[in-house]
């Protein structure tokens, strides 16, 4: 059983690669100042590059699950969604109202996917 971890850390690592999935920890915006569009767009940034680095992208998307902290920012996270997800691969999908682990976090992102 192989298992590949990508940014390994103390607490967590940003990738594991296992039997052809990737899974990537939660994805947070590094501007926290931004609005939910601005830090939808950068957690959404974050997601690409990490599946790049694994051997994947946002096509093959197996599952994803969104956090974010008040639900009147759905409509503005969903926005970007929309414009970001490859069309006729939009993979499952729960979106669920959160308190996250910093308040000036407005969204979290948690992605599985399949390698290329």
Not at 13 to 24: F, K
Not at 61 to 66: H, V, Y
Not at 77 to 106: F, I, Q, Y
Request: proline share 3%; aromatic share 4%; net charge negative.
């Amino acid at each position: 059983m192989e298992i590949t971890r990508l940014h390994v850390g103390k607490r967590l690592s940003e990738v594991a690669i296992h039997n052809g999935t990737v899974y990537l920890a939660g994805q947070i915006a590094d501007d926290t100042l931004a609005d939910i569009v601005g830090q939808t767009r950068e957690v959404l940034g974050h997601v690409d590059r990490l599946l790049a680095e694994a051997g994947s992208d946002k096509s093959c998307i197996l599952m994803a699950q969104i956090f974010i902290a008040d639900m009147a920012d759905f409509e503005g996270m969903n926005t970007v969604w929309d414009e970001w997800v490859a069309a006729g691969h939009t993979p499952p999908r729960a979106t669920v109202e959160s308190k996250l682990a910093n308040p000036a976090c407005l969204v979290e992102i948690v992605v599985t996917a399949a390698l290329r």
